[in-house]
Each structure stands twice: as C-alpha cells, then as structure tokens.
Nanobody, 126 residues
Framework: QVQLVESGGGLVQAGGSLRLSCAASGRTGSYYAMGWFRQAPGKEREFVAA????????YYADSVKGRFTISRDNAKNTVYLQMASLKPEDTAVYYC???????????????????WGQGTQVTVSS
C-alpha cells in the first residue's frame, strides 16, 4: 500500500502562483509514475500532469501546458506541481495519484492509477 497526502492548496488571485506537494509513504518505490488530476464541482476528474519514475519525462494537459510544471524528488518521496498564471477555471480539488504502469499512454487516465490522495482545494479568484 502507498499513502499519498497533498498539501499547498489555497485561495489565490488570478495570475498568481501556488505549489502543490504530494508526500508518499508506505510501500513507496521510485518506479511509480505519478500524476496530478483535478475535479471541479459538477465536472469529471481530469488529467493535469504526469511524470515518470526517473523524473525525466513529463506530460501535461493542453489546458495547463506552459503554466504548470510537475517534478519529483524521489529521495523525499515527494511530487510537486508548480502552478503559475493561474486562472479562475483552474479552480478545483487537486489530487495526486500513483501508478506502477510503465506505459506513458496510460498515465492520462484516472482508471490507470492505483493510489490516490485525499485532495487539496485550489481556488482562483478573478
């Protein structure tokens, strides 16, 4: 089992920045690919970003490309999501997730992730 705990959410004005963290514990292993998803009220959970276990390949949703950066520190068992130029439409609960699947094409789909955090709220005011 892997436990994931997100932190760093909050209220920010449009154009501002936030950094989310996701700390992993339990049977952690650097071979897990990690992803960030978000879910706004009344909407389905959507892919935001993913990173491979080495941290040298990253993937982003078109809606956040160029504004968000995913990274990881395997020595600290932590994944980060640096968010910049935030927009009101970025408002959502943000979840981190872990998957042992090595095929990057699967990392865009929530169903491919085995472990999830409890989520952290990000609210962007206009």
């Amino acid at each position: 089992q892997v436990q994931l705990v997100e932190s760093g959410g909050g209220l920010v004005q449009a154009g501002g920045s936030l950094r989310l963290s996701c700390a992993a514990s339990g049977r952690t292993g650097s071979y897990y690919a990690m992803g960030w998803f978000r879910q706004a009220p009344g909407k389905e959970r959507e892919f935001v970003a993913a990173i491979n276990w080495r941290g040298d390949s990253t993937y982003y949703a078109d809606s956040v490309k160029g504004r968000f950066t995913i990274s990881r520190d395997n020595a600290k068992n932590t994944v980060y999501l640096q968010m910049a130029s935030l927009k009101p439409e970025d408002t959502a609960v943000y979840y981190c997730a872990a998957t042992p699947r090595g095929y990057s094409g699967s990392w865009y789909y929530a169903s491919e992730y085995n472990y999830w955090g409890q989520g952290t709220q990000v609210t962007v005011s206009s």
